[in-house]
Every structure is written in C-alpha cells, then in structure tokens.
C-alpha cells in the first residue's frame, strides 16, 4: 500500500509561538490512522495542514502525490473535494433536516439530478443506520445519532480521505461503539484513509491500524495498537493508561506549596 498523506519535516507556529516542530507523518490507503495527544499538542493544526486551511512554516504536505501548499485556489477546492470531515459534535446545518444535510454537497458540487440525489443520500443514510431519520431535524436527534449523520455527511461524495476532529467527544458508551465501528468498517468497505485525531485511548485502539503521540509539537511515539499497548515509555504509558501524573504533570508550575503558605500569612 502506498502513502496516500505524507507529511515531512514539518514546522508550524503562531507568530512566536511554535506549535510543530518537525513532524513527520504518513497514512496509507485504506488504514485508519489516529493522532494522539494532550489538548493543545498541535493534533488538530495537522487536520488543517492537511485540509490547506494554514501553510506549514517549512517542510511538505501531501496528498494523493499533490504538495497541498503549492496548489492554487482551483487545485485546492479540486483536492479537498475529495475529502470528508466529521467535525467535532457533528456540526449540522441546523436549519437543515437530515436528508438535506447530506445532500448538501451532492447539490452543491455535482450535476446529478434529484432522483439519483435521492438514493445517494438513503445509501449513505443506510450505511450508518439511520435511513428511518431521513425528515428529522438536528434538533430531534441525540447526540450519537447527530454524529452518525455528520457521518453519513463526510462520506457523500465517495472521499477519497476522511478526517476526524475527536469524534467520540460526549458520547454515551454504546453511541461511542457504534462510531468507532462505523469508522472502521466504512474505511474497509469503501476503502477510504482515515485519519482520527482524539483523546479517547482505548476506543481508538480497537479500530486503528497505527498510531501517532505528539507531544510539545513533536511525535513522541508511533506505532500499531498492540506495540501503544505494550510501550514502556513513560509518556505512552501515563496516556494509555490514564494516569494522572507523570510527564505531564498533574500540578501547573508554582513555587514550593510550602513557600506560598507562608507568603500568605
């Protein structure tokens, strides 16, 4: 299997702020790939590397052979037509019903007509579960049937690449199940990469094919599910295993709790 992204050396920052450091990073065709780290590591700077929202500072990004950087305003919306994102909470059009959410693109960037619109949407509603709630609104759905609409969304126009913003973010256990099959029999059946950036461990490494840990804009650790399971590095392990300190540190810095007691008296 060939890279379908690549990202090589690369380094980003918010003006003097730097958020990447050197990353590099590749997901094949047809494996799911999660992004793994602490709130504020640089996990969802990558989606928007990869997506051409931002430009890295220096080094590549690719996609399907393409340097997403290089490409003009044509050559973008071209490339990122063919790819699909599941935002987190599943950011639908409120004002939408579920059928037209998910048509929405096929009226948008294709010619077909209704008819064939039609059955697109109740194939992608099918494959999700949910052709029965094709005319609710958001508003009617819980929080694990939003998501599987959104879903059902990112996938309408066959994507070549996927990407998921924490996609099991305040979801009941069974809904949190059902996502994370959802996510890897529609990479198998359809044959999609997909990329999953999330904090949730142990959801995660049941469907991955391979992981990455960035830590202060670096890639800690990689590797598949099994060799995160058994990492005896320190940072792997306390995120595996959810302990509350260790590299990262459970207390914020601050002087010797000792020295702020008497400096309040």
Not at 29 to 45: E, L
Not at 113 to 123: C, Q, S, W, Y
Not at 164 to 188: K, M, Q, W
Request: aromatic residues 6%; negative net charge; hydrophobic residues 45%.
């Amino acid at each position: 299997m060939d890279n379908l992204v690549e990202i090589k050396n690369v380094t980003f920052g918010y003006g003097e702020r730097p958020i990447l450091k050197g990353i590099n990073l590749a997901a094949r065709r047809g494996q799911v790939v999660a992004i793994m780290g602490s709130s504020g590591c640089g996990k969802t700077t990558l989606l928007r590397l990869i997506g051409g929202q931002i430009k890295p500072d220096s080094g590549s990004v690719q996609v399907a052979g393409q340097n997403v950087s290089e490409l003009d305003t044509d050559g973008l919306y071209e490339l990122r037509r063919k790819m699909g994102m599941l935002f987190q909470f599943g950011a639908l059009f409120t004002d939408m019903s579920v059928f037209d959410n998910i048509a929405f693109q096929m009226r948008e960037h294709t010619q077909l007509p209704e008819e064939i619109i039609r059955d697109l949407v109740l194939m992608k509603l099918h494959a999700v579960g949910l052709r029965g709630a094709a005319d609710l609104m958001p508003s009617e759905l819980s929080g694990g049937m939003a998501r599987r609409v959104a879903l059902a969304r990112s996938i309408a126009l066959e994507p070549m690449l996927v990407m998921y913003d924490e996609p099991f973010a305040g979801l009941d256990p069974i809904s949190l199940g059902v996502i994370g099959n959802l996510i890897r029999r529609l990479t198998d059946t359809l044959g999609l990469t997909s990329i999953v950036v999330t904090h949730d461990v142990q959801e995660s490494l049941k469907i991955v094919d391979y992981v990455y840990f960035v830590s202060e804009g670096v890639i800690e650790a990689e590797g598949t599910a099994e060799e995160m399971r058994a990492s005896g590095l320190p940072f792997v392990h306390q995120f595996v295993h959810g302990e509350p300190d260790g590299p990262v540190p459970f207390h914020y810095p601050a002087r010797a709790y000792a020295e702020d007691l008497r400096l309040a008296l």
